[in-house]
């Protein structure tokens, strides 16, 4: 929680800002301002299945698994 809020600091100070987190901690979370989160993360209720994609896969955040979704074809 600490990291994220320095690192924002951090890099505020040379003109970047950091926009569109996500987090599956709710500390972490609850220290970022709403409109700097991700749109699936604003209102994020860890009760129920939440997804985002990273690095082209998708990322359960509450379950904090990357899972593949694989197509099959048939020729």
Same mark, same amino acid.
């Given at each position: /929680?600490? /990291?994220? =809020?320095? #690192?924002?600091? #951090? %890099?505020? @100070?040379?003109?970047?800002? #950091?926009?569109?987190?996500?987090?599956?901690? &709710?500390?972490? %979370? !609850?220290? =970022?301002? *709403?409109? !700097? @989160? &991700?749109?699936?993360?604003?209102? %994020?209720?860890?009760?129920?299945?939440? *997804? *985002?994609?990273? #690095?082209?896969?998708?990322?359960?955040?509450? &379950?904090?698994?990357? *899972?593949?979704?694989?197509?099959?074809?048939?020729?």
């Amino acid at each position: /929680m600490t /990291m994220a =809020i320095d #690192l924002t600091k #951090l %890099l505020a @100070r040379r003109g970047f800002r #950091l926009t569109k987190w996500v987090s599956n901690s &709710t500390k972490v %979370l !609850e220290s =970022i301002p *709403e409109s !700097e @989160r &991700t749109g699936s993360v604003r209102n %994020l209720n860890f009760d129920q299945p939440a *997804e *985002e994609r990273a #690095l082209a896969m998708n990322w359960n955040i509450v &379950t904090d698994r990357f *899972e593949f979704k694989v197509a099959s074809y048939s020729f």
